[in-house]
Every structure is written in structure tokens, then in C-alpha cells.
Antibody, heavy 123, light 110 residues
């Protein structure tokens, strides 16, 4: 069955970086893009960006541009999300999800999700 | 990119129908049929309920349906059940090749 298994919870200090992993199984990793979404405490879901797992091309949300980097390791079917210069308002649950794409690589929907990774930023 | 506009909360009694609206602009909801809806229970991963405006993934109850008119998409849940109580989010692809979420709607089953 299709699964996305994320790495465990992290606690970081302001200004540090965090790298969350998302290991895919049950399908051909390079056939589907991966997206990242976060939910801050008491807030809604926020789209962070996506990566084409075949080409490595990325698109990021404007708000996070310059602080976030999405990468993949196709040899292990693993996607990574690195967020730098962490602030307290980056405290959130971070999710990876598989993307269903449209005919021209439009980001159509997110059909399988990881279990979420809690990242806490505190001094 | 501003978030899509959803009502903060809706409620209904078991067996009733409710509709959640999702209003965007001509740069997102109005531009493409790439609107999707997610159900999110606390401490669980979101679940895809509707994709490409009105399509249901395998395994999702046919009590869930979606539609779109202009810049507004809608999710309708008929025959409300207690298990439907959750937060619901819409998303849309945008003309900037990004994705925007709605602010979320808390559904309460009375």
C-alpha cells in the first residue's frame, strides 16, 4: 500500500534550521511530485511548495521563498524539506503529500499524506 | 496570494445537508478546475475528499459532492453523520503555479 513515512518530532532554537524527511513506498517515487504543507497552532493549513521528483524542479510559496528548500533522494524514495532561520511562528506540524498532477503538471490534488512531523521552535 | 475564503464554521443535525463555500478569484478558483477539498480531524493527516471540483476518490462516500460556479467552489455533505465532524479545507491551483488553501471551516454535527 502507498505510504509516506515522515521523520520524528524536532525541537529547535530560533535561528536554527530543521530538515524533515518523507520516505515514500508502494508506488514509483519519480512518477508523482511531492508537496509540503504545514499547520501552525490554532491556524489552518498552509501550502509551502512542491518538488517534481523526476526533474527536481521546485516551486515555493512566496512567503517562504529563500528560507525553504525541497530536495529528494530518488535512490531511497525520500523527499526532504529544510527550513532555515527558524522563528517561533514556524512552530507547526509539517506534512508531506503525494501530488496528483494535471496534464500540464498543474498541482491538482494531494492524495496520500504523511503522518505529520511536529517542529517546535523555542528558546 | 491571499487565502481562499471559507466560512469559519457550519453546523447541521444528523441526516441534514450542509454546504461549505470557498471563494477565490479569477487567478485561482475561477481560472482552473483544480479545486480540491480535504477533511482534517485533529492529530490526523488531512484526507482528500473531492478533487478537480467534483470528483470523489475511491473510498469516499457519495454523500460528499463538489461543484463550482465562477470564482466560488462548494462542498456539500448530505445525510450528515457524527463522523463527518471535522475541519474542511479547500485548495486551488493558481495562475502563479502555486497552491492556495482556504482558511478552513469547522463542521459541527449537532
Amino acid at each position: 500500500q502507498i505510504q509516506l513515512l515522515q521523520s520524528g518530532a524536532e525541537v529547535k532554537k530560533p535561528g536554527a534550521s530543521v530538515k524533515v524527511s518523507c520516505k515514500a513506498s508502494g508506488y514509483t517515487f519519480t512518477n508523482y511530485p511531492i508537496t509540503w504543507v504545514r499547520q501552525t497552532p490554532g491556524q489552518g493549513l498552509e501550502w509551502m511548495g512542491w518538488i517534481n521528483t523526476h526533474s527536481g524542479n521546485t516551486i515555493y510559496a512566496q512567503k517562504l521563498q529563500g528560507r525553504v528548500t525541497l530536495t529528494t533522494d530518488t535512490s531511497t524514495s525520500t523527499a526532504y524539506m529544510e527550513l532555515r532561520s527558524l522563528r517561533s511562528d514556524d512552530t507547526a506540524v509539517y506534512y508531506c503529500a503525494r501530488v496528483g498532477a494535471g496534464p500540464y503538471d498543474e498541482i491538482a490534488f494531494f492524495d496520500y499524506w504523511g503522518q505529520g512531523t511536529q517542529v517546535a521552535v523555542s528558546s | 496570494q491571499s487565502a481562499l475564503t471559507q466560512p469559519a464554521s457550519v453546523s447541521g443535525s444528523p441526516g441534514q445537508s450542509i454546504t461549505i463555500s470557498c471563494t477565490g478569484t479569477s487567478s485561482d478558483v475561477g481560472a482552473y478546475n483544480f479545486v480540491s477539498w480535504y477533511q482534517h480531524h485533529p492529530v490526523k493527516a488531512p484526507k482528500l475528499m473531492i478533487y478537480e471540483v467534483s470528483n470523489r476518490p475511491s473510498g469516499v462516500s457519495d454523500r460528499f459532492s463538489g461543484s463550482k460556479s465562477g470564482n466560488t467552489a462548494s462542498l456539500t455533505i448530505s445525510g450528515l453523520q457524527a463522523e463527518d465532524e471535522a475541519d474542511y479545507y479547500c485548495t486551488s491551483y493558481t495562475t502563479s503555479s502555486t497552491v492556495v488553501f482556504g482558511g478552513g471551516t469547522k463542521l459541527t454535527v449537532l
